[in-house]
């Protein structure tokens, strides 16, 4: 069965393992926010991108457990919130079961506590030399963080 990392999020990823190998990464599917400016998560698209994954072959997702940070202002802050609910209610229509692990605890046990946020790309490729692609620019975050966080899982 695969098992999915999720880091929510609009600069978020999807990291799909199966048997400790990388299968895909996928950057978490946006559109044009319907209110406001800027960009909000694509519920159909990334509906579309877990039904072509196969839902019955995903045994379990893991996603970062998140919430407002203080530094964001209250749209930001709403806005984070809304992404991270179109990700838990795409879940919850397709039945994909999802486990939630705090940033502190997937970090730790990745011996990422206290590192800067390039670490985690590093370790990603490190582990995982087939995901290497995925990996490239600096702003690959978010996948790495995702395929951090499916390792966890």
């Not at 995702?146 to 966890?152: G, K, L, N, V």
Request: one cysteine or more; hydrophobic letters at 45%; proline letters at 3%.
């Amino acid at each position: 069965m695969k098992k999915i990392g999720i880091d929510p999020g609009q600069t978020g990823a999807l990291a799909v393992m199966d048997k400790g190998i990388i299968l895909q990464v996928i950057d978490m599917p946006v559109m044009a926010r319907t209110h406001g400016n800027g960009k909000q998560i694509d519920a159909s698209l990334l509906a579309a991108e877990l039904i072509e994954i196969g839902t019955g072959t995903i045994g379990e997702v893991v996603m970062e457990q998140v919430g407002s940070r203080t530094n964001d202002g209250g749209v930001a802050g709403f806005n984070f919130g809304e992404s991270v609910g179109v990700i838990k209610g795409v879940l919850g229509a397709l039945q994909i079961p999802v486990r939630f692990v705090t940033p502190q605890k997937w970090k730790k046990t990745a011996g990422l506590i206290g590192k800067d946020k390039d670490a985690a790309r590093s370790l990603a490729i490190q582990l995982h030399p087939e995901a290497a692609d995925y990996l490239r620019r600096k702003k690959d975050i978010g996948r790495a963080d995702a395929i951090c966080i499916a390792r966890f899982g």
